[in-house]
């Protein structure tokens, strides 16, 4: 059983279109993440919820919405694509409350803007 | 100012020997959890080892240990006896904040490949 799934595990876009990524965790987890990877490896914090509220948005551009129906999932919908959204995408899951557990990832979702 | 510093963009090890990556981090939050990522060629995220900020022994996990120096803040990871497959990208981490806010913040990673 996969803890943390995303689909798609690729993506290839045009600029200007519109599209989601799902991510589902079946661990159980109260806080949810988006985490964007770019072409440099660099890991940055987009968004985290918390039982399905926003608490934290690293001033992601506004094109970019989290959605987050229950506790297990956390969607991520990206208005107007342009070529710098290319990067990988990762969902990630942890409990709340506790510093001493990991988060788990998801596989990660590539998009490719053209 | 980077949170989490990670000053060996790449390292190059032979087979068998030992390595040293090096990670140093700054925070005022008095409680912390500092941990280490692999991601291979594949990409997905690989939890290594953990070290909270309160533990008096260093972390050790199989092959995996940290070096953990608080009062420098440093926490490094060492892989002993390095195989082929230990070759990738090593990332650190920070996870700080309060209940439902906590954040797990990267450093820019390593890149280490084991030479035959």
């Known amino acids: 059983d996969t803890a943390v799934s995303q689909t798609p595990k690729y993506l290839v876009t045009q600029m200007g279109n519109d599209k989601s990524i799902k991510c589902e965790q079946n661990?159980?987890?109260?806080?949810m993440y988006w985490y964007k990877q770019d072409s440099k490896k660099f890991l940055k914090i987009m968004f985290s919820?918390?039982?399905?509220?926003?608490?934290i948005n690293e001033t992601v551009p506004n094109r970019f919405s989290p959605k987050s129906p229950d506790k297990a999932h956390l969607n991520l919908h990206i208005n107007s694509l342009e070529l710098g959204d290319s990067a990988v995408y990762f969902c990630?899951?942890?409990?709340?409350?506790?510093?001493?557990?990991?988060?788990?990832f998801g596989q990660g979702t590539r998009l490719t803007v053209v | 100012a980077q949170k989490i510093t990670q000053t060996q963009p790449g390292m190059f090890v032979q087979e068998k020997e030992a390595v040293t990556l090096d990670c140093t981090y700054d925070t005022s939050d008095p409680s912390y959890g500092l941990f280490w990522y692999k991601q291979p060629s594949s990409g997905e995220m690989i939890f290594l080892i953990y070290q909270g900020s309160y533990d008096q022994q260093n972390a050790t996990e199989g092959r995996y240990s940290l070096n953990f120096q608080k009062a420098r803040k440093s926490a490094n990871l060492v892989i002993s006896a390095s195989q082929l497959g230990d070759s990738a990208m090593y990332f650190c981490?920070?996870?700080?904040?309060?209940?439902?806010?906590?954040?797990?913040?990267f450093g820019t990673g390593t890149r280490l490949t084991i030479i035959p």
């Open positions: 919820y918390n039982n399905k509220e926003l608490i």
């Open positions: 990630a899951s942890s409990p709340t409350g506790t510093k001493d557990t990991e988060a788990f």
């Open positions: 981490a920070m996870r700080e904040g309060n209940f439902g806010n906590e954040k797990l913040t």
């Open positions: 661990l159980g987890h109260d806080t």
